[in-house]
């Protein structure tokens, strides 16, 4: 007969025991920027809400950015390290597809050995780890889980395009997620349209690498072209921003409501909206579109930090409960959406 496999003791609910945050310090306005792209401070607050963002100098590293966050979750939670069942780190802008900035990380807070790894959703980045860290504990395969969002987009921008550059801000949030008495984390509703997958990129320069290298291959004399060519194929972030915006606006409402349903609860029951901070207009519309009350606190962290992709929600947890303290414990909505086209959401009870 077939031995019977030992199995994981699962638990019964997950929540976020603590959230922990890094704002780099350096102000940038949008006068700093709008002489590059033909663009003015009136235009850009009012066509998105941003003020100023908070931009990392070149000696602050993702790495930097995303353990300073990760110790103020651990100590907010009151663990060690060492207790890490995972470390998940959402991000689009560490430097190296391998080895990840999760290992790094795990290494530099003293985490090993648990697993750790690297998640590429972009703005959903931070939502999928949730879901992620949600099942692995509910699963009994780690007691915590950390998820950090972390970006350093300003080393990703070519200051003269003028459909994203001056969106984007750096900044790194986290979450320590446990084990709970009752339901702290719903359903997550997530997914992608990969149809839409050119729709906010990198310029994708391998292809002109490529062509140069053959090039210079061909003809030695044309090597200092193609030195020269490279240093330009640094990649950089651009979108089609209408599309981005009337899909957001319209698809990730509906994704926003399917998260209330699969919860259990309506708009009424929230204390809180935390929605991916990529345009202020973005969230007026869901907050009209989702019947939000006036009593909810609606996140708008994008005027101060612009959009900081991964790290937007944790970074707008952080704010909203340090200017409203008595709203931990209470419910509130988190949606991110963004490159790819991807997608996630979940409500969950605040720490
Ligand atoms: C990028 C964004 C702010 C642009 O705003 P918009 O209202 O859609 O602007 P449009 O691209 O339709 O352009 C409107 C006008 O402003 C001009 N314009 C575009 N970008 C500009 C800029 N940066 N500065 C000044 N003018 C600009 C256009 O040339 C156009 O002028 P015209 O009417 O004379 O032709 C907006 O589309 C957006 O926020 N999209 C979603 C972004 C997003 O969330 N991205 C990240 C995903 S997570």
């Not at 349209?193 to 490529?210: A, C, F, P």
């Amino acid at each position: 007969m077939t031995a019977t496999l030992n199995q994981l003791t699962p638990n019964k609910h997950a929540r976020i025991l603590s959230v922990g945050a890094f704002r780099p310090s350096n102000l940038v306005t949008n006068d700093d920027l709008v002489e590059a792209i033909d663009s003015s401070d009136e235009w850009i607050r009012q066509r998105t809400g941003i003020i100023t963002r908070q931009r990392a100098d070149a000696e602050t590293s993702v790495l930097d950015m995303a353990e300073g966050a990760a110790r103020e979750a651990l100590a907010n939670a009151g663990i060690e390290a060492s207790q890490l069942g995972a470390v998940i780190v959402s991000t689009v802008t560490f430097p190296f597809a391998t080895p990840s900035a999760a290992a790094a990380l795990s290494g530099r807070i003293g985490a090993s050995p648990a697993p750790a790894f690297d998640i590429s959703a972009a703005c959903a980045g931070y939502c999928y780890g949730v879901a992620q860290a949600d099942a692995l504990v509910r699963s009994g395969m780690a007691e915590y889980v950390l998820v950090v969002g972390v970006e350093k987009l300003s080393d990703f921008i070519d200051s003269t395009e003028r459909t994203i550059s001056f969106l984007l801000g750096d900044g790194a949030g986290a979450v320590v997620i446990g084990k709970s008495e009752v339901p702290g984390i719903s359903p997550s509703v997530w997914g992608s349209e990969g149809e839409k997958w050119d729709t906010i990129s990198m310029t994708n320069s391998l292809l002109d690498l490529r062509t140069l290298a053959l090039a210079a291959e061909a003809n030695p004399g044309e090597k200092a072209i193609a030195a020269e060519g490279t240093e330009k194929l640094w990649p950089t972030l651009r979108q089609d921003g209408p599309s981005v915006f009337r899909w957001a606006v319209w698809e990730m409402a509906k994704v926003a409501k399917k998260a209330l349903d699969d919860a259990g609860i309506t708009s009424d029951d929230l204390a809180a909206f935390l929605p991916h901070q990529a345009n202020m207009r973005i969230i007026d519309e869901m907050v009209k579109q989702l019947k939000i009350p006036e009593t909810v606190v609606v996140a708008r962290d994008i005027a101060e930090s612009g959009n900081t992709s991964a790290a937007s929600i944790p970074l707008a947890m952080h704010r909203v409960l340090k200017e409203n303290p008595e709203l931990s414990g209470k419910l509130a909505l988190q949606i991110g959406f963004g490159a790819g086209l991807v997608f996630g959401a979940q409500v969950v009870v605040l720490p």
